[in-house]
C-alpha cells in the first residue's frame, strides 16, 4: 500500500468540498488556483461549476497548472416517464462525455437517476425493478457514445438511502452486475467509482473490490460518515472525523492495483463549507497524509 504520510501527491480534491464556502459560490478557477499554490496535482469538478467557469477557460487554467482530473462529475440521471425525456438525458449525457474530454478527465463518473420526479418531489411511479431497466438501457448507450470518445464510464452507487431519488444502484454488488452484463469482456471501457461515504458499510465490500479488479476501479472518493448524521445528503464528515475505516478500505483496492487518486469529496453545509476554502484545502491534505 502507498505511504500517502510523507507527501500529498495522490489527493484529488473533488471541488464539491469548497464549492460554496459561507454561502457564496467559490468560482471554480480561483479554487485551481489555490489548489495548484497547495502543490494539490489533481481536481474533479463538477459539471455546473465548468460551466460557470467556462468550459475553455477551465481546460486553460488545468493545463497552466498542470492539474489534471481524477474525474468528472457528473453524468448518469438515466431514468425516464417519456421518450422525450429518455432523449433528453442521452443528450445530455454526450455533452457530457465531450466536456470531459475537452478536459481530459480519465472518466465520466455516472450517478444513474432513481424513480423519475423524485429527486423534484414528486416520483412518477413506485417501479424501482423498471428504473433499474432503464439505468441499464442507459449505460448500454452511453457506452457506445463514450467508446467512441474514448472515455471510460464509472458507474458510482450510491448509499441505499438515496435509492429514490439519485441512484437506484445501491450497492457495489449490483453496479459490478451492469458491468459484466455490459462489458463481459472487462475491457476497462465501463468501470466503477467506489465512494467509501456510499459503501463503506457493506458486508460484501472486500469481496466486491475482488471482484472489481484493477480493470473496474476507476475512481477512489473519500471523506467520512458521522455519528450523527444530521443531514442525508450534506454532512459528509472530513477523514478522520468519522467511523470508517479508510486506510483498510484503500488497502483493499490497492491491492487489487489500483494505483490512482485518493479524491476527497465532502458536501457539509454547517460545517467545512461555513470556513475558508483554503483553510478546508490544507486540511484536507493534513488528513489525506494522516487518515487515508
Ligand atoms: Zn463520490
Redesign the pocket.
Known amino acids: 500500500m502507498r505511504d500517502f504520510s510523507q507527501d500529498h501527491r495522490w489527493l484529488s480534491i473533488?471541488t464539491a468540498t469548497v464549492r460554496q464556502q459561507h454561502g457564496v459560490d467559490w468560482p471554480l478557477l480561483d479554487i485551481l488556483d489555490a489548489c495548484a499554490a497547495r502543490g494539490i496535482r489533481a481536481v474533479s469538478p463538477w459539471r455546473d461549476q465548468v460551466a460557470a467557469a467556462g468550459l475553455q477557460a477551465t481546460a486553460r487554467k488545468l493545463q497552466d497548472h498542470g492539474i489534471e482530473l481524477s474525474g468528472y462529475?457528473r453524468g448518469g440521471m438515466f431514468t425516464y416517464t417519456d421518450a422525450a425525456r429518455r432523449q433528453a438525458s442521452r443528450d445530455d449525457n454526450k455533452r457530457a462525455l465531450d466536456e470531459a474530454c475537452t478536459l481530459n478527465a480519465p472518466c465520466l463518473?455516472l450517478v444513474v437517476g432513481g424513480l423519475p420526479g423524485a429527486l423534484a418531489g414528486r416520483a412518477a411511479h413506485r417501479d424501482i425493478q423498471g428504473a433499474r431497466e432503464q439505468v441499464t438501457e442507459g449505460i448500454a448507450a452511453l457506452l457506445e457514445d463514450a467508446r467512441e470518445r474514448h472515455m471510460l464510464l464509472a458507474i458510482?452507487p450510491l448509499h441505499p438511502m438515496y435509492a429514490a431519488d439519485r441512484a437506484c444502484i445501491n450497492t457495489m454488488a449490483q453496479a459490478l452486475d451492469v458491468c459484466d452484463a455490459l462489458d463481459p469482456d472487462r475491457t476497462g471501457a465501463l468501470g466503477l467509482?467506489v465512494?467509501l461515504?456510499?459503501v463503506w458499510w457493506d458486508p460484501t465490500l472486500a469481496e466486491q473490490i475482488t471482484r472489481a479488479g484493477t480493470a473496474r476501479l476507476l475512481?477512489f472518493?473519500v471523506c467520512d460518515w458521522l455519528t450523527p448524521t444530521t443531514h442525508l445528503l450534506e454532512d459528509r464528515g472530513m477523514m478522520g472525523d468519522g467511523v470508517i475505516d479508510i486506510p483498510r478500505i484503500r488497502a483493499l483496492v490497492e491491492a487489487q492495483g489500483f494505483a490512482g487518486y485518493s479524491?476527497v469529496?465532502i458536501f457539509s453545509r454547517s460545517n467545512w463549507w461555513q470556513r475558508d476554502g483554503g483553510q478546508v484545502l490544507d486540511t484536507c491534505v493534513e488528513r489525506h497524509r494522516s487518515c487515508v
Open positions: 473533488n462529475c463518473v458510482e467509482a465512494d461515504y456510499h475512481a472518493h479524491e469529496e
